[in-house]
T-cell receptor, first 118, second 110 residues
């Protein structure tokens, strides 16, 4: 969907290397999310952030780190501690709470980054 | 945290038949239930959603039903077409985060 951009589209990681995936949105959304998708499987939540300078671990946070210094940006670092990083990574954003506003709660996804290990 | 289970994992139907995908959730605080369609190598696209104050919602050939008491919700696609073939994900959201089911690969045979 327009307004949320992930880069790069493809990324290769060497042994012991940290790599950072970029996610930027201009939708003025408060909440941002990172999901990991393995082939033929569902989306698993890595980290999410409801507001600037705050973020929480999802179900599979080990080996990953994030920052939320700006509302528009939520980069994900895959550290060397993540032993099986090969996957499709999806960033998403939404209005902060699933309230009565019809637009709130809806997740908008970026186009994804495919990370592979060399 | 929330746990979402989705069935079946694969579903094959003849063109024109109906398809039904079912999900259950664990967190009674969840109040928003979207369904996403994902084609190979692409981002998930929202196709329909329902909020906890509504029991059913319909959009052309697609409908979603929600049973809050039983904590389950279902996607119904009628008059299926080959272009409906994709992976479908359900999700449940409380006020903090969104959790997804494992997905259903739907194949519509012409």
């Amino acid at each position: 969907d327009g307004g949320i951009t992930q880069s790069p589209k493809y990324l290769f990681r060497k042994e012991g290397q940290n790599v950072t995936l970029s996610c930027e949105q201009n939708l003025n959304h408060d909440a941002m999310y990172w999901y990991r998708q393995d082939p033929g499987q569902g989306l698993r939540l890595i980290y999410y952030s409801q507001i600037v300078n705050d973020f929480q671990k999802g179900d599979i946070a080990e080996g990953y780190s994030v920052s939320r210094e700006k509302k528009e940006s939520f980069p994900l670092t895959v550290t060397s501690a993540q032993k099986n990083p090969t996957a499709f990574y999806l960033c998403a954003s939404s209005m902060r709470r699933a309230g009565r506003n019809e637009r709130s709660g809806k997740l908008f996804f970026g186009s994804g980054t495919q990370l592979s290990v060399l | 945290g929330e746990n979402v289970e989705q069935h079946p994992s694969t579903l094959s139907v003849q063109e024109g038949d109906s398809a039904v995908i079912k999900c259950t959730y664990s967190d009674s605080a969840s109040n928003y239930f979207p369904w996403y369609k994902q084609e190979l190598g692409k981002r998930p696209q929202l196709i329909i959603d329902i909020r906890s104050n509504v029991g059913e919602k319909k959009d052309q050939r697609i409908a979603v039903t929600l049973n809050k008491t039983a904590k389950h919700f279902s996607l119904h696609i009628t008059e299926t077409q080959p272009e409906d073939s994709a992976v479908y994900f359900c999700a449940a959201r409380n006020n903090n985060d969104m959790r997804f089911g494992a997905g259903t690969r739907l194949t519509v045979k012409p």
